[in-house]
């Protein structure tokens, strides 16, 4: 079977500091829509109101230059959570940043009618895909929490901001 190149892969500096700050987000239940995927999600934001992510975000927008980010959140899937089938329609691009990923945290699975692709990230990876493809998250076998940003795009010529 033909693997999907729909995904493109990048590797961003984390802040050690980012995932402490993002799990402080977590126990106060920032906005939290918890159990409806089956994992953690902070408020979804157009900007990037936390200091402590400031050169991480930057880094981000430096590797995606061509694109504008209009909504990001930080996911936090404790031990046992999952993240159902789903896709960031009507977004043209979507993206994932892996800021804490301890093994057997849960790979990525995405799926194109009936070709699947399975990516085990690392803290650091940075996945850009199509904001219609479909993909879930396995469950996290860890003992550790599974801590990404994940980022709503659009081509800057084709937004007014």
């Known amino acids: 079977m033909k693997q999907m190149a729909l995904i493109t892969h990048h590797q961003i500096t984390v802040d050690p500091q980012v995932a402490d700050n993002v799990i402080e987000l977590y126990k106060s239940l920032d906005n939290s829509r918890g159990g409806l995927y089956g994992t953690w999600h902070s408020r979804r934001m157009d900007h990037n109101p936390y200091p402590w992510f400031s050169s991480t975000f930057a880094e981000v927008q430096q590797a995606v230059s061509h694109l504008e980010i209009v909504q990001w959140w930080f996911n936090c899937g404790a031990p046992g959570d999952e993240h159902r089938w789903h896709s960031h329609s ?24 009936a070709e699947f692709q399975v990516h085990t990230p690392e803290a650091g990876d940075f996945l850009l ?4 493809l479909a993909h879930r998250v396995h469950k996290n076998l860890s003992q550790d929490f599974r801590i990404t940003a994940a980022f709503n795009f659009v081509e800057k010529s084709t937004h007014a901001g």
């Open 90 to 113: 009507p977004y043209k691009w979507a993206g994932v940043l892996y800021i804490q990923m301890p093994p057997l945290a849960g790979a990525i699975e995405f799926k194109r009618q």
């Open 129 to 132: 895909f199509s904001g219609g």
